[in-house]
Nanobody, 115 residues
């Protein structure tokens, strides 16, 4: 199983960025896909998740600014991040979840928002 994130980088506050996660080795369409983030000195936290039926949920801190989506034909999940704030700076991790025995993580991609 591989989850490969891409699209992170440096952006100014107020800007936008899209991160992607390409999955292989799993039956992608069955998995709930999620984005988590971890800032220095803080615990990893949920940013957004999208289920196999395309239902979504978001952390309160990103509602209205971030959008998660998935393309089952490409085995890819996306996180569109708008109106970025310095407090969004973190390593963003992709997660694929089908229960405790099938839960996988990507290696992470750094997102840095300058003020």
């Amino acid at each position: 199983v591989q989850l490969v994130e891409s699209g992170g980088g440096l952006v100014q506050a107020g800007g936008s960025l899209r991160v992607s996660c390409a999955a292989s080795g799993i039956i992608f369409r069955f998995f709930t896909m999620g984005w988590y983030r971890q800032a220095p000195g803080k615990q990893r936290e949920l940013v957004a998740r999208i289920g196999s039926t395309y239902s979504t949920n978001y952390a309160d801190s990103v509602k209205g600014r971030f959008t998660i989506s998935r393309d089952n034909a490409k085995n890819t999940v996306y996180l569109q991040m708008n109106s970025l704030k310095p407090e969004d700076t973190a390593v963003y991790y992709c997660n694929a979840d089908l229960g405790p025995r099938e839960n996988y993580w990507g290696q992470g991609t750094q997102v840095t928002v300058s003020s």
